[in-house]
């Protein structure tokens, strides 16, 4: 279990309950302790409104707030949406400023074999499917803009690499130019010659500029020049 430890370098740490270390945030990494040294690992999850979850898990439960806590929902889902304008300066602390995108720039990014990089979040809402190489490896990025769900895999099926379209405006479903299949938005083909397959997923981490820059101090960007 973890507890809240302050701040480092702009970024939030950790301690954890079992050892006494402390653990950065966006690096996972433990800075002191007995586990100093020592990386998390970071678990496939799904960011998307509550209307897209509630599609594909129509049975989920949900946690009662805390007394008090359900007052407090409108005005955090605000400071949500002010977060996301993109507007603003870095937190004191940060160590390392790199002002390719604004430092409150909401960006998805994606580590794949040692390479790193942000795809922004207002660039996503335009392009919405993105084949591309990264590490080495053909990897896609689908943007639903309806719920603002992104999501990302490695883009092989069968040992061949595969290469995607939207199949709708509200990018839900794909077609892969290789075997005419469709996909729909979370790796999964639906019909066509490759019906059953399931692309294996990738974990992107929403983040801003400022904090993914600092920890991926070589990061790319996608649509830069």
Known sequence: MFDN???????????????????????????????????????????????????LHPDTLVLKPLPGYANRIAAKNAEIRAGLSGEGDAPAGVLRHDNRLKPKAMILG????????????????????????????????????????????????????????????????????????????????TAGKLKGAQLEPLILEPEYWFAWSEFHPKTTIYGAH
């Open 5 to 55: 430890a302050g701040v480092v370098g702009g970024n939030e740490v950790f301690k954890d309950r079992e050892t006494g270390s402390r653990w950065q945030q966006s690096s996972l990494e433990a800075l002191s302790g007995p586990l100093q040294g020592e990386h998390l690992k970071l678990f496939p999850f799904l960011l998307t409104n509550w209307a897209e979850w509630l599609r």
């Open 110 to 189: 994606l580590d794949v074999a040692g390479a790193s990089r942000a795809y922004p979040l207002s660039t996503l809402r335009e392009t919405k499917v993105i084949n591309e190489e990264l590490g080495g490896a053909p990897v896609l990025i689908v943007h639903q803009p309806g719920s603002d769900t992104t999501t990302a895999f490695a883009a092989r099926s069968g040992g061949k690499s595969l290469t995607f379209t939207a199949a709708n405006p509200a990018a839900s479903e794909l077609t892969d130019a290789q075997t005419h299949s469709r996909w729909d938005a979370y790796g999964h083909c």
